[in-house]
């Protein structure tokens, strides 16, 4: 059975036309319908998700992803426009390419090869796939955990920026998802642990979260600043 707060309507405030937030205990909700609100990304100008806020002009800013110890390359595909942060196509399996103001593209990537369509979009990236379409949860059970900052597409094609501080299992997460009223369609994850970030800076909401526990590279909950990130996935406000 699920937790009465997971039973509960959720209610969502307002940041700017196409962009709401919900908290439900500790798990933060940022829903976007991409044909309202303009997506965008910071490409290699490591920044905190709260200066990427004020510099590029978001309203809400989340990792766009993993990153190598370069601490500028994306560790699966990632580009943006004509410029290739990232060629290395892997197994992570989930990839979002979107256009500002246009429907954007979930692919479930079964092979190490991308189609030729997603060409016409100005963003592709690849992650590691946390729930498969149509909201199969394709993670093991396991030990380890951590802080989470995911991203989801529900079933009438909008995002939802995720984020925990407090530590799941990738499992319990997905089953986290799954059992909330939000139509979760696929997710994938961005980061987890310290590193893991979301800003949200609208509708008079103003925060500024970070992860802290990752088994096996800081465990415990200690940390409380924003991580430094190459590469950001945001929101641009609303003028």
Request: hydrophobic share 45%.
């Amino acid at each position: 059975m699920l937790p009465l707060f997971l039973l509960a309507a959720l209610t969502w405030t307002p940041i700017q036309p196409g962009v709401e937030y919900a908290k439900l205990d500790t798990l933060h909700v940022v829903r976007v319908d991409p044909r309202v609100a303009q997506l965008a990304v910071g490409i290699e100008q490591p920044q905190t998700a709260a200066q990427w806020c004020k510099s590029a002009r978001f309203s809400v800013a989340i990792n766009l992803g993993m990153f190598n110890t370069d601490r500028r390359t994306h560790t699966g595909y990632l580009r943006h426009r004509q410029h290739v942060n990232s060629a290395s196509v892997n197994d992570y399996r989930s990839v979002l390419a979107f256009k500002p103001l246009q429907p954007v593209r979930w692919l479930d990537l079964d092979s190490a090869r991308l189609p030729a369509s997603v060409g016409a979009y100005d963003v592709v990236v690849q992650n590691l796939r946390l729930i498969a379409t149509p909201g199969r949860n394709v993670w093991a059970a396991s030990d380890r955990k951590w802080s989470e900052a995911a991203l989801a597409i529900d079933n009438r094609g909008r995002l939802l920026f995720l984020f925990s501080r407090a530590p799941y299992t990738m499992k319990a997460f997905n089953e986290l998802l799954l059992g909330l009223p939000l139509g979760i369609r696929a997710a994938m994850h961005l980061e987890g642990g310290p590193e893991a970030s979301l800003s949200i800076h609208g509708g008079g909401v103003d925060v500024d979260l970070c992860g802290s526990f990752e088994t096996g590279f800081v465990n415990d909950d200690s940390n409380r600043d924003q991580w430094l990130l190459p590469n950001i996935l945001g929101v641009l406000a609303k003028r």
